[in-house]
């Protein structure tokens, strides 16, 4: 799995926007594919923490992902404010 900074992830948003991906289309392409990745795991509840952002919205898809396939979730939206 590969991690990248806040920079490298922007201009890999701006390249693939050139291919005619928007960032709803990526969001829920990420948000889908952590989903994916959890079902190759046993558990019995899924708990998604929803931040501020972006990376918020990959959670909330996460968690939309687990309510559309009948799986036990909650989700938990953080807010510093």
């Given amino acids: 799995m590969n991690l990248y900074g806040k920079?490298?992830?922007?201009?890999?948003?701006?390249?693939?926007?050139?291919f005619g991906y928007n960032s709803f289309d990526l969001m829920l392409r990420a948000g889908t594919e952590?989903?994916?990745?959890?079902e190759t795991y046993e558990y019995e509840?899924?708990?998604?923490?929803a931040g501020p952002?972006?990376?918020g919205a990959d959670a909330a898809v996460v968690a939309m992902q687990?309510?559309?396939n009948k799986k036990e979730i909650l989700l938990i939206n953080y807010s510093k404010n």
């Fill in 7 to 18: 920079k490298v992830t922007k201009e890999l948003e701006n390249y693939l926007e050139r």
């Fill in 66 to 68: 687990a309510y559309l």
């Fill in 53 to 55: 952002g972006n990376n």
């Fill in 34 to 38: 952590i989903f994916n990745v959890l």
């Fill in 45 to 49: 509840k899924i708990i998604s923490i």
